[in-house]
T-cell receptor, first 113, second 119 residues
Framework: DAKTTQPPSMDCAEGRAANLPCNHS???????VYWYRQIHSQGPQYIIH???NNETNEMASLIITEDRKSSTLILPHATLRDTAVYYC??????????????FGQGTTLQVKP | GAVVSQHPSWVICKSGTSVKIECRSL??????MFWYRQFPKQSLMLMATSNEGSKATYEQGVEKDKFLINHASLTLSTLTVTSAHPEDSSFYIC???????????????FGPGTRLTVT
């Protein structure tokens, strides 16, 4: 699976949009981009995933560049409860079939009042 | 979404003893479950893949005789840390694989984790 690069930490003001970048320059055509987050001392929580089109759900939006080498997770109105470590994971079709997820270091998002 | 539980949520044990952690899929059957370990301020590290009715597959560097995995049913996998030592103190997280018909892919749902402290 392709590696990802994320900034180690970011701050965001409460109520503002949080934009979390992820670089995956070696991504191949059949690899998906997944985002999970982990609130302190809890298990990871699925947020969103995409292949090449932008995606939106009740939690967030995922913007994938046209060349698919990077993506941005957007939390439109961050709250204090969004403070967590956010993981961007690239997964290919074979591991999509096995369900295996390999985590990188992620970005620690601190939402401040 | 699918719900995965773990028991206990935290445990303290003495060095040299064994500890069993349970992982259950509550509203679905999981032929495959995964066990992760997480040390403070570090990311999750995959330890092993647990397959119902067969032997677990361990990641490189994980001692299979120390971390015994049993996946005896479609809803339960157990991780036993044998002869635990202080360096085994960690946050252990399981996840279960479920096939999502809408996407046509296997997805992974995580349990809440078990905090193990070995004294």
């Amino acid at each position: 699976d392709a590696k990802t690069t994320q900034p180690p930490s970011m701050d965001c003001a409460e109520g503002r949009a949080a934009n979390l970048p992820c670089n995956h320059s070696t991504i191949s055509g059949n690899e998906y981009v997944y985002w999970y987050r982990q609130i302190h001392s809890q298990g990871p929580q699925y947020i969103i995933h995409g292949l090449k089109n932008n995606e939106t759900n009740e939690m967030a939006s995922l913007i994938i560049t046209e060349d698919r080498k990077s993506s941005t997770l957007i939390l439109p109105h961050a709250t204090l409860r969004d403070t967590a470590v956010y993981y961007c994971i690239v997964r290919d079709r074979s591991s999509s079939n096995t369900g295996k997820l390999i985590f990188g270091q992620g970005t620690t998002l601190q939402v401040k009042p | 979404g699918a719900v995965v539980s773990q028991h206990p949520s935290w445990v303290i044990c003495k060095s040299g003893t064994s500890v069993k952690i349970e992982c259950r899929s509550l509203d679905f059957q999981a032929t495959t479950m995964f066990w992760y370990r997480q040390f403070p301020k570090q990311s999750l590290m995959l330890m092993a893949t647990s397959n119902e009715g067969s032997k677990a597959t361990y990641e490189q560097g994980v001692e299979k005789d120390k971390f015994l995995i049993n996946h005896a049913s479609l809803t339960l996998s157990t991780l036993t840390v044998t002869s635990a030592h202080p360096e085994d103190s960690s946050f252990y997280i399981c996840s279960a694989r479920v096939f999502e018909g809408t996407s046509g892919r296997y997805e992974q749902y995580f349990g809440p984790g078990t905090r193990l402290t070995v004294t």
